[in-house]
T-cell receptor, first 110, second 114 residues
Framework: GESVGLHLPTLSVQEGDNSIINCAYS??????FIWYKQESGKGPQFIIDIRSNMDKRQGQRVTVLLNKTVKHLSLQIAATQPGDSAVYFC?????????FGGGTRLMVKP | NAGVTQTPKFQVLKTGQSMTLQCAQD?????MSWYRQDPGMGLRLIHYSVGAGITDQGEVPNGYNVSRSTTEDFPLRLLSAAPSQTSVYFCASSYRSKGAGELFFGEGSRLTVL
């Protein structure tokens, strides 16, 4: 079946640097895409979303880019902080169903 | 502000036993859902509901039942637990106008089936 996946299972960055987490998706019919952050022992937390008719959306320190031509989604975190250390999931949505990818662990080195 | 509350946080069952995971939200969200998360993996949708009296299957519904008699509550029932159902279960809710998009998750219920 169609699925959402991530290129890198673990990403290690220096504090203050920018982070880029990538995600590939295969379902061209998805209406929207979302990034979630999950800290150890907690439930996922919404970060930012983007609809399929957009190619870029910015939030506070985060930017999501959508490239529908190559079915690629990325999350950019500016000035990465220790508090950003977590597992990040991309998810694709169609109507009322959300399909999650496998997750990327972001480790921030002091 | 409680948000999404799940109980119990931890549970150990023997194969064949039944139990119900409780989920309640106080945000008046119409959409509620259950996911399971296995070690090192993403979340997989079990069942969801777009409003009281309406439920539908997700990716992995076998072995689980749900009901939605009120807007606030969305319990998940395991009728005959199997070791393959050992997982962390998350309940999540959102405003219906956003579909399943901006989900608010509970803290999770860790289930072990022996």
């Amino acid at each position: 079946g169609e699925s959402v996946g991530l290129h890198l299972p673990t990403l290690s960055v220096q504090e203050g640097d920018n982070s880029i987490i990538n995600c590939a998706y295969s379902n061209s019919a998805s209406d929207y895409f979302i990034w979630y952050k999950q800290e150890s022992g907690k439930g996922p937390q919404f970060i930012i979303d983007i609809r399929s008719n957009m190619d870029k959306r910015q939030g506070q320190r985060v930017t999501v880019l959508l490239n529908k031509t190559v079915k690629h989604l990325s999350l950019q975190i500016a000035a990465t902080q220790p508090g950003d250390s977590a597992v990040y999931f991309c998810a694709e949505g169609r109507s009322n169903m959300l399909t999650f990818g496998g997750g990327t662990r972001l480790m921030v080195k002091p | 502000n409680a948000g999404v509350t799940q109980t119990p946080k931890f549970q150990v069952l023997k194969t064949g036993q039944s139990m119900t995971l409780q989920c309640a939200q106080d945000m008046n969200h119409e959409y509620m859902s259950w996911y399971r998360q296995d070690p090192g993996m993403g979340l997989r949708l079990i069942h969801y509901s777009v409003g009281a009296g309406i439920t539908d299957q997700g990716e992995v519904p076998n072995g689980y039942n749900v009901s939605r008699s009120t807007t606030e509550d969305f319990p998940l029932r395991l009728l005959s637990a199997a070791p393959s159902q050992t997982s962390v279960y998350f309940c999540a809710s959102s405003y219906r106008s956003k579909g399943a998009g901006e989900l608010f998750f509970g803290e999770g219920s860790r289930l072990t089936v022996l």
